[in-house]
């Protein structure tokens, strides 16, 4: 499966954003869906996963300021990113797998997309 974001782009803090992710090669739905992050000189980090069933998880960080989601009909992921804070700046990236048995291992997704660059400035 091949994945391509968007979306991102340079916000003050308290903004919003919305990534997509649109996928395309494969059956979506037999995919869980994952957001991970990248800051400068950083480890990438987990941010939000939605499994097959549907079920979401969040990091910590992001809990209750970001919300993960996708339309099937449009092969499509998407991060709505609310309340967003300086230490949220990174390359966010959109990974897929058919199999994730922890969904914060970077080395649990096979398939990744280039990223997309997000700035919250303070």
């Known amino acids: 499966v091949q994945l391509a974001e968007s979306g991102g782009g340079s916000v003050q803090a308290g903004g919003s954003l919305r990534l997509s992710c649109t996928a395309s090669?494969?059956?979506?739905?037999?995919?869980?869906m994952g957001w991970f992050r990248q800051a400068p000189g950083k480890e990438r980090e987990e941010v939000a996963v939605i499994d097959k069933d549907g079920s979401t998880t969040y990091a910590d960080s992001v809990k209750g300021r970001f919300t993960i989601s996708q339309d099937n009909a449009k092969n499509t992921l998407y991060l709505q990113m609310n309340s967003l804070k300086p230490e949220d700046t990174g390359m966010y990236y959109c990974?897929?797998?058919?199999?994730?048995?922890?969904?914060?291992?970077?080395?649990?997704?096979?398939?990744w997309g280039q990223g997309t660059q997000v700035t919250v400035s303070s």
């Open positions: 090669g494969d059956t979506y739905n037999g995919y869980c």
């Open positions: 990974a897929a797998d058919p199999v994730v048995y922890l969904w914060y291992r970077v080395e649990q997704y096979s398939f």
